[in-house]
Nanobody, 128 residues
Framework: QVQLVESGGGLVQAGGSLRLSCAAS????????MGWFRQAPGKERAFVAA????????DYADSVKGRFTISRDDAKNTVYLQMNSLKPEDTAVYFC?????????????????????WGQGTQVTVSS
């Protein structure tokens, strides 16, 4: 059974930083593209970042580009999201997810239906 567990969320002041982790079990994530999404109160879940299997290619939503960094440590079967210069509008529940297809070549996955397994989410709250 595949499980993804996010951690690292919390309350931070605007301008601060957080690093989210997504630990996977039941699937070797080195063979999958990985992504992060977020869902703000009253809004639909939205794409944040994606990373290729090798980690050599990444993609970001315009709203986080230059502030967030996605990375992966396949030895730990974990994906990270480093979030800097946080803004109140970054407040949301953050989810990680794995690509549906194993061994896929790089092409950013920006829609939810391109992913199959999801974590339960971790809350990030940015105060002004």
């Amino acid at each position: 059974q595949v499980q993804l567990v996010e951690s690292g969320g919390g309350l931070v002041q605007a301008g601060g930083s957080l690093r989210l982790s997504c630990a996977a079990s039941g699937r070797t994530i080195s063979t999958y593209l990985m992504g992060w999404f977020r869902q703000a109160p009253g809004k639909e879940r939205a794409f944040v970042a994606a990373i290729s299997r090798s980690g050599g290619a990444t993609d970001y939503a315009d709203s986080v580009k230059g502030r967030f960094t996605i990375s992966r440590d396949d030895a730990k079967n974990t994906v990270y999201l480093q979030m800097n210069s946080l803004k109140p509008e970054d407040t949301a529940v953050y989810f990680c997810a794995t690509d549906r297809q194993r061994w896929n070549s790089w092409a950013s996955r920006r829609t939810e239906n391109e992913y199959d397994y999801w974590g339960q989410g971790t809350q990030v709250t940015v105060s002004s």
